[in-house]
């Protein structure tokens, strides 16, 4: 019998997710290590590696690791994030909807993408520019294409410079992702390529430093996301991110 008044997800994703914080708890891992590659983490947990691979891309996600190409999968070495259970709790308990989750990322990340057509520095313009290929590149992948559409809109968060505006568009993407990885692989090929070009002009407007446009292509975007997902969960006749 456990007194824990928690219970915990037993699927074997999270317990991947639970294993590499246990390292960074027991400070085996600090910011800016790496971590052991998908072949020793599924063996040493006892799971597949494309089970490794789903976990690290929710940790991506969450913020807990980051992906370097051609170099592996490390501990952020940057700023810690807010942690974003509290917000999943309140939207269980609140039942938030898409709408309302579109809603605040309307009000936040609108502002963020004036601010960072005002603020954003050559490495901030590079981080985005990064996640606008990387989108091209990963339109055959829905669940890839996800984490850099989110990584994406962090970058832009990060580029105006303001700390508590950025934690907070961590916090509603962490809780977006949850509701939209259960829908992601309906996405169409034309869905994503539009998806891919609404983020490239956002990008190009923050690179011309035209806070007004970027504000105006970030909010077309959001509206043009939401009434996508709209459509794409109708058949299931319940709402999703």
Known sequence: MTNDPQPRRTDSTQQVIEFVRGLIARGELHPG?????????????????????????????????????????????????????????????????????????????VSAAGLAAERATPEHLAAIAEEVVNLFA?????????????????????????SIIASLVEMVSALYFEHRVQTATRATDRNLRDAAQLHRGIYQAICAGDGD???QLMNEHLLHSSAFQEEETKGDGKEAG
Do not use: C, W
């Open 33 to 109: 290590d790496r971590l052991p590659a998908e072949r020793q983490l599924a063996a040493r947990i006892g799971v597949s590696r494309p089970t490794v691979r789903a976990a690290l891309r929710a940790l991506a996600v969450m913020g807990g690791i980051e992906s370097r190409h051609g170099s592996g999968t490390y501990i952020p070495a940057g700023p810690p994030r807010l942690a974003s259970e509290p917000l999943s709790f309140l939207a269980a308990l609140h039942g938030l909807t898409r709408e309302k989750i579109y809603e605040a990322r309307r009000v936040l990340e």
């Open 138 to 162: 990963t339109m055959d992948d829905p669940q890839n294409f996800l984490v850099h559409d989110i990584r994406f809109h962090r970058a832009v968060a990060a580029a105006g410079d303001n």
């Open 213 to 215: 446009l970027a504000r």
